[in-house]
């Protein structure tokens, strides 16, 4: 099933292989540079996932994903933090703020569009 996907990521070549790799499985992908440029897009386009990278200049991604779930139009878009930070207690920092799914960088491309599927709508496994 193609979705509409919004990518909130700084890096030029990690927002490139994410594109890539889920345009190549037919998802359409709209990309911010910035939290607050992720922010006004979701709003916009009501993606149906949003991927967010949480080391981002001036508002990290901790903080947009507050403001994504304390968001009523916004809250029901599953956001799936895709980071390097991978030290105990990242993974639970990022669940806290809202984010439903966690992958590290970097990611896997083998398995990486995989991962998010349960993410999606229409997916059994989709978290509630």
Known sequence: MKAR????EDNAQ??????????HHGHE????????????LAETLRPDLILLDIQLPGMDGHEVARRLKADGALRHIPVVAVTSYAMVGDREKCRQAGAE???????????FVAELA??????SDRPA
């Open 5 to 8: 996907i919004l990518l909130i």
């Open 29 to 40: 992908v709209t990309q911010a540079e910035t939290g607050p440029e992720g922010l006004a």
């Open 118 to 123: 349960r993410f999606l709508p229409g997916h």
């Open 101 to 111: 799914g966690y992958i590290e960088k970097p990611i896997n491309p083998e398995t």
């Open 14 to 23: 990690n927002r490139y292989l994410a594109c890539f790799l889920l345009e």
